[in-house]
């Protein structure tokens, strides 16, 4: 038998398990609107599962690696929001999407689970729009391979 942090590992990896796909919305800013609004109502779902599990992540190893494993994935399908924006011609080739992501979505994170704030039913938007204006003013290019022009 497998102590908490076990325990709490195989939840995390079960919910990586799953065929959660990002929004399609039809555009960028859409798009990681509808994501922050995902992340919001699991943040402030009752009862708190999700901010539970992230906090107890922090007392186990095991449980830390699983959540970043979790982290992880997530991010590696949110990568598709930044290529269909790119293949709409709504940002140039060359974005770090992590970065982007990360922009976008790390609002709603602060606000809830550091700050402990209520709920802003604009924060979504607000922080999409913002992280969607800064990548299409150049704000996460990468250069381009060695090679390209």
């Known amino acids: 038998m497998g102590d908490v942090g076990g325990l709490l590992a ?11 796909q990002p929004p399609d919305t039809g555009s ?3 798009d990681l609107a509808a994501l922050n609004h995902e992340i919001q109502a699991s943040l402030t779902a009752h009862p708190p599962i999700v901010t539970a599990l992230i906090a107890a992540s922090f007392r186990s190893e095991k449980a830390e690696r699983a959540q970043q494993r979790l982290w992880e994935d997530r991010y590696a ?25 990360v922009s976008a979505t ?12 209520a709920p802003d ?3 979504p938007e607000h922080a999409a729009r913002t992280a969607a204006l800064a990548a299409s003013a150049g704000a996460f290019t990468e ?5 390209d022009t």
């Open 10 to 20: 195989d939840v995390l990896d079960a919910a990586g398990e799953d065929d959660w």
């Open 28 to 30: 960028l800013t859409g």
């Open 77 to 101: 399908r949110c990568e598709i929001i930044v290529s269909r924006a790119i293949r709409r011609g709504e940002l140039r080739p060359h974005i770090d999407a992590r970065r982007l992501l």
């Open 106 to 117: 790390a609002p709603v994170y602060h606000q809830l689970l550091l700050l402990r704030t």
């Open 121 to 123: 039913p604009r924060l």
């Open 143 to 147: 250069p381009p391979p060695d090679g």
